[in-house]
């Protein structure tokens, strides 16, 4: 945590503030306990906070009081009140107060520390720890933020069988991700968004098996002259403020600078390139030829809609998408299991070496490799890791989880947020992306770990971003039967 930004706990009970303590101890978030609103005014900790919790009934200024007292300071930090009374009255004011949560006595630590993690979303770079804390915390056994057994639907799968697509039967699954080194799925940068793990039900559907290929996208665009985003000139109605000169067909692609550089910028490493596009993944020079099993990249959103509405599918949802990659496993790291390399095979296509300077082909590729060069999952499914991100149908929003896990036991096909929010850009419309790329790698993206979560602008696509697409099962209809003739 960020020097002199902890979480202060106002707490008069020595026993209750000794749990919330060690609850916050073993997410690794820092507390300090004062026995009294009117000590805490006079600390300069007061000030300092990042956010507070507070019991409502305390000597002397309740906690409602010293909430509006810190107001009055000009100290705005979210509360988060607990009561040993679950009284309506006290709920109702806490409720006026815009608490960031409000919990009875003896408090249920799960739901703590959801409304901490909410809470503390607008402000998630003040901490190391991420947005997810409150994954990590080891709190009764019938606490909900570990990994629990996948549950498939039972339902026969359907008669007919949409040609290149795969059926996942659905099911209840714990989705999500495991983060800073606790249970299963952590690697430096893998996310700090995926947590805290829920439970999710999903219906039945159909996959495809593969990414969409260059060679099925081009079915779609001689059938229909589509042209992609990339492939059309900006106009000076959309961006009214760039130059003339900037406004030129093109998509941005992965160009690896020539000598180390540091990892927190990632312009570094992106080049706008004028004539890229799905015909020509790194520039007007270098076109698909032969490659016709490779996946379609340079899509943005609008042109992964597009293919889909003309092939009669859809593009999946972030749980369909995470349950389809599991395979039929519970909690595993990756779309295989446990192991990123099962007996040194290779499973899926990502960046060996240093990155991003070179790619060292250690698993036969530098950049994409073909569709089904890899194993597939449990469910006969290639390359839901590593190779391409995937577009999902869902907006992204960081604290979306954290949501689901307040207002849902089980959340039953979660369609995503009803607007998007990236606290990192909040002025950018953005959707989920999924499974990571050929240029993830453990040191600094791995976002191949199954739950891990991605995300991008809409009508931004790159030379590692492409999708596939599912389709509902239709209900089957009782047959007609037809008396004989008159």
């Known amino acids: 945590m960020h020097e002199g930004k902890e979480i202060i706990v106002v707490e008069d ?84 107060t815009t608490a960031a949560g409000f919990f009875p006595k003896p408090f249920d630590g799960r739901s703590l520390l959801v409304a901490i993690t909410q809470a503390l979303g607008a402000l998630l770079l003040i901490f190391s720890t991420p947005l997810a804390i409150a994954q990590n915390a080891p709190l009764a056994k019938d606490d909900a933020f570990d990994f629990k057994a996948t549950v498939p639907n039972t339902s026969p799968k359907p008669k007919s069988n949409p040609p290149g697509m795969v059926w996942i039967p659905g099911g209840e699954f714990s989705m999500g991700a495991a983060v800073n080194g606790h249970g299963s799925g952590e690697k430096p940068m893998a996310s700090n968004d995926a947590a805290p793990i829920h439970r999710v039900r999903v219906d039945g559907f159909w996959m495809d098996e593969t990414s969409v290929t260059n060679e099925q996208f081009g079915k779609f665009v001689k059938a229909t002259g589509y042209k992609t985003i990339a ?34 910028n990632h312009f570094q490493w992106w080049t706008y390139v004028k004539g890229a596009n799905w015909r020509h993944p790194l520039g007007p ?16 959103y609008a042109d992964a809609e597009a293919y889909a509405k003309w092939a009669e599918k859809r593009l999946p949802t ?21 192991e990123f390399r099962p007996k040194g095979k290779w499973m899926a296509n990502t960046w060996q070496g240093k990155f991003p300077v070179r790619d060292a082909e250690e698993d036969g590729f530098a950049g994409l490799a073909p569709v089904k060069s890899f194993p597939p999952n449990g469910y006969g499914l290639y390359d839901m890791a590593g190779n391409v991100w995937q577009w999902c149908s869902d907006w992204y929003r960081a604290d979306y989880y954290s949501q689901l896990a307040i207002d849902y036991h089980i959340a039953i096909n979660p369609p995503g947020p009803e607007d998007p929010f990236d606290p990192a850009e909040p002025n950018e419309k953005k959707r989920v992306h999924r499974g990571g790329s050929f240029l993830c790698n453990e040191h600094y993206c791995s976002r191949y ?24 099962v239709e209900p089957e209809r009782a047959p007609i039967l037809r008396g004989p003739k008159p």
């Open 449 to 472: 770990i199954v739950g891990t979560r991605g995300k991008g602008e809409v009508s931004t696509g790159t030379n590692h971003l492409g999708f596939r697409c599912v389709k509902s």
């Open 13 to 96: 009970d020595a026993s209750m503030s000794q749990a919330i303590e060690r609850l916050l101890k073993a997410v690794g978030l820092h507390s300090r306990t004062f026995t009294s609103g009117e000590a805490l005014l006079e600390s300069p900790m007061a000030h300092q906070a990042a956010c507070f919790i507070f019991d409502v009934r305390l000597p002397g200024l309740s906690g409602f009081e010293l909430r509006a007292r810190l107001r009055d300071l000009g100290i705005n930090r979210p509360v988060i009140f607990i009561t040993a009374y679950d009284q309506a009255s006290a709920r109702d004011e806490a409720t006026q």
């Open 285 to 300: 020079d270098i076109d698909i030829k032969g490659k016709e099993k490779h996946p379609v990249v340079h899509i943005a």
């Open 318 to 338: 972030e749980a369909e998408f995470e349950f389809a990659e599991r395979g039929g496993l519970s909690g595993k790291t990756y779309a295989w299991g446990d």
């Open 231 to 264: 492939e059309r000139t900006p106009t000076k109605e959309e961006f009214p403020t760039a130059p003339v000169e900037n406004l030129v067909a093109g998509s941005v692609v992965f160009s690896p600078p020539e000598h180390e550089v540091p990892l927190n």
